[in-house]
């Protein structure tokens, strides 16, 4: 799967969860930019992504992403493992 391909599915996702069917992501999206986005969005986001990519992050993993691009990154690398 490339990259644009995860940054589609991952707009979906951020859409259900957040509740918002206009919401758009960019790399540079973090938290700040969407008023839903707490700590226990947070978590809801997370699990929805490991379910829909069908894997899961390490607390490292997680602990280091500072906006939505960097989530893209470590599912691209996972998919090139695939």
């Known amino acids: 799967m490339d990259r644009a391909k995860i940054t589609e599915r991952l707009t979906e996702i951020f859409r259900d969860v957040f509740d918002d069917e206009?919401?758009?992501?960019s790399?540079?999206?973090?938290?700040?930019d969407i008023e839903a986005w707490d700590s226990l969005e947070h978590i809801s986001l997370i699990s929805a992504v490991e379910?829909?990519?069908?894997?899961r992050f390490s607390m490292k993993e997680v602990s280091g992403m500072k906006?939505?691009?960097e989530m893209i990154n470590?599912?691209?690398e996972r998919?090139?493992?695939c």
Do not use: Q, R
């Open 22 to 25: 206009n919401l758009t992501i």
């Open 27 to 32: 790399d540079e999206t973090t938290a700040d």
């Open 51 to 55: 379910k829909a990519f069908k894997m």
């Open 67 to 69: 906006n939505v691009g």
């Open 74 to 76: 470590i599912l691209v």
């Open 79 to 81: 998919a090139k493992k």
